[in-house]
């Protein structure tokens, strides 16, 4: 079955420092790669896509890569602001059809001031 | 947040009891997902429906059942609960624009189940 690892379980900067997290997978290369933001006590929240025949996507502050290759994916946030705490979890989805996403035990971001 | 909420929000129970979680949204969307969030385990696919009377398991399905016999409603049952079912529990829908599914996930604000 599918494994992901996300880099580290918490992961520290300072404010106006670029954050970059990492999403690793095993086995087979997976349709569409997503990130999702989760604050704590509420549901993860959806930022980004990005299918296999992209390299990169972008939106504001936040840039994905996909590297089939490595079988990783790196998200960036620049600029980091300490609102961006919080745990970013990575999905993976085999285009089942269906929708169903595998997920990362994700890494929490803390943004010091 | 697609309209989605999920009820209730936080219950004790004991073992051994039967315990129904309500996800209800307000859009239509046909897809449907139930998972468990764990320390340690991230979120895992109980079940997931993709209409009305069609549902099927995901990876933990062991020890729930689900219905959906409107669009709107996806119920979560666990018929004799254990203290291993202790959890948070999201709800999430798909949105699809016809045939296709945006492949997007929203997610209810969670019901935390604890189970004595």
């Known amino acids: 079955s599918q494994k992901i690892e996300q880099n580290s379980e918490a992961l520290n900067i300072q404010e106006g420092k670029t954050a970059t997290l990492t999403c690793n997978y095993t086995n087979y290369s997976p349709a569409y790669l997503q990130w999702y933001r989760q604050d704590p006590g509420r549901g993860p929240v959806f930022l980004l896509l990005i299918r296999e025949n992209e390299k990169e996507k972008r939106k504001e502050r936040l840039k994905v890569t996909f590297d089939t290759t490595l079988k990783q994916s790196l998200f960036h946030i620049t600029a980091s602001q300490p609102a961006d705490s919080a745990t970013y979890l990575c999905a993976l989805d085999h285009n089942t059809n269906a929708g169903k996403s595998t997920f990362g035990d994700g890494t929490t971001l803390t943004v010091k001031p | 947040d697609a309209g989605i909420t999920q009820s209730p929000r936080h219950k004790v129970t004991e073992t051994g009891t039967p315990v129904t979680l309500r996800c209800h949204q307000t859009?239509?969307?046909?897809?449907m997902y139930w998972y468990r969030q764990d320390p340690g385990h991230g979120l895992r696919l109980i079940h997931y429906s993709y209409g009305v009377k069609d549902t099927d398991k995901g990876e933990v399905s062991d020890g729930y059942s689900v219905s959906r016999s409107k669009t709107e409603d996806f119920l979560l049952t666990l018929e004799s609960a254990t203290s291993s079912q202790t959890s948070v529990y999201f709800c999430?829908?798909?949105?699809?624009?016809?045939?296709?599914?945006?492949?997007?996930?929203?997610f209810g604000p969670g019901t935390r189940l604890t189970v004595l």
């Open positions: 859009e239509n969307h046909r897809y």
């Open positions: 999430a829908i798909n949105k699809e624009q016809g045939a296709n599914l945006y492949n997007e996930q929203f």
